[in-house]
């Protein structure tokens, strides 16, 4: 699937700025649109069993740890106990909250709530603007419908890190199409510092910069593969000279059971659920389709000769998702930054009719709205 529009290396001039952002206001608006019916959902839901929204969505599982980091910093050793080293979580989350509250009214909750629905409308500006830069606006849009209508697509406004990861994963994957290769590289390295699964953007850019850099010579791509996976390792580094073991940050992974298998644990999970179990939950069999459906939508990608950066990011991105032991529940939620993996559905559905993309997309819809409020208010694990 050849796509319809070239990368180009020419920085985009003032008026090209502002048609970028106003060929991206009907996927903002779509965005918007599909997120409030699913808090509207959430809301109603909460109401009819005496929860809270904001509560759920600003002080839950994971959110609890990036504001007690916000509020009191990391730890200062390994130490044995099995879930409880704040050094697992990345800092750049829990440090922008940290300086946005100390400038602005309100609780550090509800300053990561908006920090976390601001950057998810950064990344869907930033998914379109790939999936307009490879196949035009409408595949563009119906893509960011489709980020938007995952299934766990709710913790996107939730206080996590998944929306900051995905704004900067997206625009690193654009600078990177474009070869514009410092920018590419910054901001890889400031996923690096947002999550684990940074170094699946790290390893994308400086692999396609490196090559460009062997092919030209040129500084810029140089940097850039430099700039990379310097976020990553910086953090990694940090950690190890903060325990006080060159392998730090990977022992502390493993007090919370994380580490890398090969793929033998999900392998194991999904034997067990989908062919021994008489009743799965609902929630880990919609995970398991999430896990199976990523890596066969990898080989369609790959069919299509989608960019190296996207191939290589998304690659990376599933072996290290799908290649780690330890908790299975939340590997729908680590994959949510995985937008490439939804390219040939987002051009099948643009190219479609549109009786036909009108069914599918809101059929989606509304399925994320309903699984969003069932998972935060049914099941009992985190997201």
């Not at 849009?141 to 998944?162: D, F, H, I």
């Not at 502390?252 to 009743?279: F, I, K, M, P, S």
Request: net charge positive.
């Amino acid at each position: 699937m050849p796509p319809t529009a070239t990368p180009t290396t020419a920085a985009p001039a003032p008026t090209a700025r502002v048609r970028i952002r106003v060929r991206a206001a009907p996927a903002l608006l779509a965005y918007l649109g599909v997120r409030l019916l699913g808090l509207l959902v959430l809301a109603r839901w909460a109401r009819l069993r005496g929860h809270g929204v904001w509560p759920t969505l600003a002080g839950s599982w994971d959110s609890r740890w990036y504001l007690r980091i916000a509020d009191h910093g990391y730890a200062t050793a390994l130490g044995t106990a099995m879930d409880s080293n704040s050094l697992a979580f990345f800092p750049l989350y829990p440090g922008l909250v940290k300086a946005v509250a100390a400038v602005t009214p309100g609780s550090r909750a509800s300053v990561a709530l908006v920090l976390a629905a601001g950057f998810s409308l950064v990344a869907a500006w930033g998914i379109f603007a790939v999936g307009d830069l490879l196949h035009g606006p409408r595949t563009g849009v119906v893509l960011v419908v489709l980020w938007a209508a995952l299934p766990v697509a709710v913790v996107q406004w939730m206080a996590y890190t998944e929306s900051l990861f995905t704004a900067l994963t997206a625009w690193a994957l654009y600078w990177a199409l474009r070869e514009r290769w410092v920018a590419a590289g910054a901001c890889a390295a400031l996923a690096g510092l947002t999550r684990p699964t940074g170094i699946a953007v790290g390893v994308a850019v400086a692999v396609v910069a490196g090559v460009a850099w062997w092919r030209t010579r040129e500084r810029d791509a140089w940097i850039g593969a430099l700039l990379a996976p310097a976020g990553w390792l910086a953090f990694v580094a940090w950690v190890g000279w903060r325990v006080g073991r060159w392998d730090g940050y990977f022992a502390v992974q493993r007090l919370w059971r994380n580490q890398w298998d090969g793929g033998a644990d999900t392998v194991r999970e999904l034997r067990h659920l989908l062919a021994y179990q008489t009743r799965p939950q609902l929630f880990l069999v919609v995970v398991s389709g999430v896990l199976l459906a990523s890596a066969a939508l990898y080989l369609v990608c790959a069919a299509d000769r989608q960019p190296r950066v996207l191939l290589v990011f998304t690659g990376v991105l599933l072996v290290v998702v799908l290649g780690s032991g330890g908790v299975y529940f939340p590997r729908a939620r680590f994959l949510l930054p995985g937008f490439p993996l939804l390219l040939p559905v987002a051009v099948a559905v643009a190219r479609t009719r549109r009786p036909v993309a009108w069914v599918v997309v809101s059929s989606a819809v509304v399925a994320s709205a309903w699984f969003g409020a069932y998972m935060l208010l049914v099941w009992r694990g985190p997201p």
